[in-house]
């Protein structure tokens, strides 16, 4: 090795603060690689501003949010913080947001030591990081409550980490809180903690359905829009060309459609474009589980068909997934999604074109533009976004960008709750689940495909998103869970073989085992009880019971041992009376019609009576019979 390349190897193994100021000063700390292939520095050790490269960032995430601010963090420990940034880089490489995580919550941390007059991470003391903590936990929320106990985690989880990466030089400082940890101070390592109860709110039914079906009409009649959109492009395209004036443009907009039979405004035009691209969210986030960044990840030509050996047609959908380093990810999707995907991408063809190029003219006067290689990102993407105060630009959408979309088209569908695209996701989560106990109102095809052994769904694809297992399996146990509570409440009354054993259980006054909370106990419950839904009873048979004959003679669980009908189950029963009673005086349904009649009222008027709503429905039954 030669004498330079020796002493280039000692620079980069020293500290920045070992170096001469001046030299240090210039040292690349980020840095990216253009189209042609060479390395372009971002940022270098003493700017006051360091950008990280979009690769380490999800596509979701804005520029803006993808710097460190040394000028906001207090003086006298900007250098230190340059130092253990650089550090931390160095030593664990980590995900971008991570980073830019890790030096907010750092920089909430300083500010407060600077509050209190101190300069240097060497006088910090126990009493100090403790002090904090007690701030932390008194500081209000954005919702007015208190900070969450994963917000506190992090920002405790920083100290710790600013405390490892100090250590051995002359800024270290004492353990923050010996013998006790960030998740402790956090209270997140209670009795109830992490005990698998979702924090994301699910997505009311009267809600979603509000949202969704607004949604599907929209994608169902979105070819003329599309035609129409496609028309008005050629249009921009060439008055652009020509140079025309913005408001010549808008009347050129306006004639055409007009000619369309358009009843509207180019901005009326716009605004309908925009809630098509929104249904198009909708339905993709409410009907694959996938998360907001893979959404902003989606590309042309993002799904496929596998047919398997039964002629079963599947639907698959890619994307990349940042959330776990896991890539390019799929995920099984029903037709309805294609049709969102095949509308998105007919949507985005113009937006396309114009992004690529204003990517374009940007290389050709600059080709070394930071710009440009942002954009790089977003080439190709699904959604895109056009920008009204800056001339029309194309832009790509952050995941803020989509949650305010998704919430604007919400409160026109008349959606009052303020919704967050990860509830598509746990909500998801829940039907499958609900598919799972027989409830098939949602799409039957797709969810009884993701209710099959989840091995088998492996087998099929290996690039799944492995999470989304997680999420399902999750509300699975809280559907039991849930199922289960509602069963043993005193109130709920029940029928069926089971059903009665449960009702005698709910009335023992002796305890024969003991739990240290109710969950446990109702989890201990779920977990001996095999549980699946049939149209007139929970079944609990973990033998094949009846062999699916209750589909047929929808009656039978009245009188299984292994069936509970609770009061889910009363207006079924309700309508099977009403409807046999009819039957009873109809016309010659022969002998064994009649028998079989009369022990399917015997068996309605039997679960009725135990719901004690069967004087009331043959009230109602009289009630119609003599109105003529």
């Known amino acids: 090795m030669n004498r330079s390349a020796a002493g280039a190897e000692n620079v980069q193994q020293r500290a920045a603060t070992a170096v001469d100021p001046a030299p240090a000063a210039d040292l690349p700390v980020t840095w990216y690689r253009d189209d042609e292939g060479n390395d372009q520095v971002l940022s270098r050790y003493g700017d006051p501003v360091w950008e990280y490269p979009t690769m380490r960032f999800p596509s979701s995430v804005p520029n803006n949010q993808r710097n460190i601010r040394f000028d906001s963090v207090p003086a006298p420990f900007r250098t230190v913080l340059r130092d253990v940034i650089r550090e931390y880089d160095r030593l664990d490489a980590p995900a971008g947001n991570t980073l830019i995580g890790f030096f907010a919550a750092t920089r909430l941390f300083l ?43 992090n920002r405790f989880h920083a100290i710790e980490k600013l405390h490892m990466l100090v250590a051995g030089t002359p800024r270290a400082f004492p353990p923050p809180w010996p013998e006790c940890s960030a998740r402790h101070l956090a209270g997140l390592t209670r009795a109830d903690a992490g005990s698998g109860r979702a924090k994301t709110r699910i997505i009311p039914d009267e809600q979603l359905r509000l949202l969704f079906a607004r949604a599907v009409r929209l994608i169902d009649e979105a070819d003329p829009l599309l035609a129409l959109a496609d028309e008005l492009e050629t249009l921009r395209a060439h008055l652009q060309a020509r140079g025309t004036c913005g408001s010549h443009r808008w009347h050129r907009k306006r004639l055409c459609l007009q000619r369309a039979g358009y009843v509207g405004t180019p901005s009326d035009f716009e605004k309908a474009l ?103 990102q977003h080439d190709g993407a699904l959604f895109l976004g056009v920008d009204g105060l800056h001339n029309g630009r194309v832009s790509g959408l952050s995941a803020e960008a989509v949650n305010k979309k998704i919430n604007r088209f ?27 106990y027989g409830d098939l109102r949602y799409l039957r095809e797709h969810f009884k495909h993701w209710s099959l052994d989840m091995t088998a769904l492996y087998a099929l694809n290996e690039a799944q998103d492995a999470e989304l297992y997680d999420e399902i399996m999750t509300a699975v146990i ?61 079944c609990t048979a973990d033998d094949g019971g009846c062999a699916g004959q209750a589909i047929i ?76």
């Open 410 to 436: 919400a409160a026109d569908c008349g959606v009052t709750m303020h919704l967050t695209p990860h509830q598509f996701r746990r909500t998801f989560a829940n039907f499958v689940a609900k598919s799972a």
């Open 111 to 153: 500010r407060y030591l600077a509050a209190r007059g101190l300069t240097d991470l060497a006088d910090v003391r126990p009493l100090h990081c403790l002090n904090y903590v007690a701030y932390c936990r008194r500081l209000p929320g954005r919702n007015g409550r208190r900070l969450s106990g994963t917000t506190l985690e």
């Open 553 to 628: 003679e929808c009656t039978r669980c009245a009188q299984c041992d292994a069936s509970v009908i609770d009061d889910r189950h009363g207006r079924r029963w309700a309508a099977i009376y009403a409807q046999t009673l009819e039957l009873r005086n109809a016309g010659e349904i022969g002998p064994a019609g009649h028998a079989r009649v009369e022990r399917d009222i015997q068996r309605c008027e039997h679960v009725l009576r135990e719901f004690g709503i069967l004087g009331a429905c043959r009230a109602s039954r009289a009630i119609q019979q003599s109105v003529p």
């Open 274 to 376: 925009d809630a098509l691209q929104n249904a198009c969210m909708v339905v993709i986030l409410t009907l694959s589980g996938i998360r907001v960044h893979e959404l902003c990840y989606l590309r042309n030509a993002s799904w496929r068909t596998v047919t398997d050996a039964e002629g079963d047609c599947r639907y698959w959908m890619r994307s990349r997934s940042d959330k776990t380093g896991a890539g390019n990810t799929e995920w099984l999707i029903p037709e309805m999604v294609t049709r969102a995907l095949d509308t998105a991408e007919a949507l985005a063809r113009p937006l396309q074109t114009r992004w690529a190029a204003q990517r374009a003219a940007l290389l050709e006067h600059t080709p070394d533009s930071r710009s440009a290689y942002r954009m790089a």
């Open 478 to 538: 809280n559907q039991r869970l849930t199922l289960v509570r509602h069963w043993l409440d005193e109130d709920t009354p029940l029928a069926g073989g089971n059903g009665e054993r449960i009702r005698a259980f709910r009335g023992k006054d002796t305890a024969v085992r003991t739990y240290p909370d109710r969950r446990r106990m109702l989890l201990s419950i779920a977990d001996t009880i095999f549980i699946r839904g049939t149209p007139t009873a929970w």
